[in-house]
């Protein structure tokens, strides 16, 4: 079993910044590639960022020059720093893992984190 534990969240005003964290728990060889959703009210959800295990980073377009994924391969965990942000980054934001397991890759998600930008 995997389970996944988010953190950090919650209010803040427009321009300002948050760090959500994500954390990855159970038996397991390794994670291959950490990552971050949002689904926005009455919206579908969407990929912000991802992190393969080499380091590599794909940012959406939306987000490009304020947010920074990184990870944390001996903790197991994933950071999203959230810098500048704007009313229209409000969401559920969501971790993802893709772990590889005895005999298989599974794909594991947080539980949300709500993030609401507003003055």
């Known amino acids: 079993q995997v389970q996944v534990v988010e953190s950090g969240g919650g209010l803040v005003q427009p321009g300002g910044s948050l760090r959500l964290s994500c954390a990855a728990s159970?038996?397991?060889?390794?994670?291959?590639?950490m990552g971050w959703y949002r689904q926005g009210p009455g919206k579908q959800r969407e990929l912000v960022a991802v992190?393969?295990?080499?380091?590599?980073?794909n940012y959406a377009d939306s987000v490009k020059g304020r947010f920074t994924i990184s990870r944390d391969n001996a903790k197991n965990t994933v950071y999203l720093q959230m810098n500048s942000l704007k009313p229209e980054d409000t969401a559920v934001y969501y971790c993802?893992?893709?772990?590889?397991?005895?005999?298989?890759?599974?794909?594991?998600w947080g539980q949300g984190t709500q993030v609401t930008v507003s003055s």
């Open positions: 992190i393969r295990s080499g380091g590599a980073t």
């Open positions: 993802n893992f893709v772990v590889h397991l005895p005999g298989t890759v599974s794909d594991y």
């Open positions: 159970g038996s397991f060889f390794s994670i291959y590639t």
